[in-house]
């Protein structure tokens, strides 16, 4: 079975950074679109990037542009989310995904079978 494990949250000061992992084990991921969604407290869970194992083409939420990087390791089968420039409203769970999306817009609404239990990051002001 795919299996998901994030690591590499933690407690950082706004304007510092985290490079969170996303270790995919039990498939071969070629067709696969692996990424990241967040969920805070009280709100909705939000997309926030992803990366296309065949390619690497990239996607980013809106947000995080600018400050986000996404990245993989074929020979690890890993999915890095570099974060620069953290801000307070970053502070949430960050979940890792992973599936063979239907079209352009199915990773981004989260209809993806498979996900991780998810890794704690807190930005303090």
């Known amino acids: 079975q795919v299996q998901l494990v994030e690591s590499g949250g933690g407690l950082v000061q706004a304007g510092g950074s985290l490079r969170l992992s996303c270790a995919a084990s039990?498939?071969?991921?070629?067709?696969?679109?692996v990424g990241w969604f967040r969920q805070a407290p009280g709100k909705e869970r939000e997309f926030v990037s992803d990366?296309?194992?065949?390619?690497?083409?990239?996607d980013y939420s809106t947000p995080v542009k600018g400050r986000f990087t996404i990245s993989r390791d074929n020979a690890k089968n890993t999915v890095y989310l570099q974060m620069n420039s953290l801000k307070p409203e970053d502070t949430a769970v960050y979940s890792c995904?992973?599936?063979?999306?239907?079209?352009?817009?199915?990773?981004?609404?989260?209809?993806?079978?498979?996900w991780g239990r998810g890794t704690q990051v807190t930005v303090s002001s």
């Open positions: 039990g498939s071969t991921f070629s067709r696969f679109t």
């Open positions: 990366i296309r194992w065949s390619d690497g083409i990239t």
């Open positions: 995904a992973a599936g063979i999306p239907s079209d352009d817009y199915a990773f981004r609404r989260g209809l993806v079978p498979y």
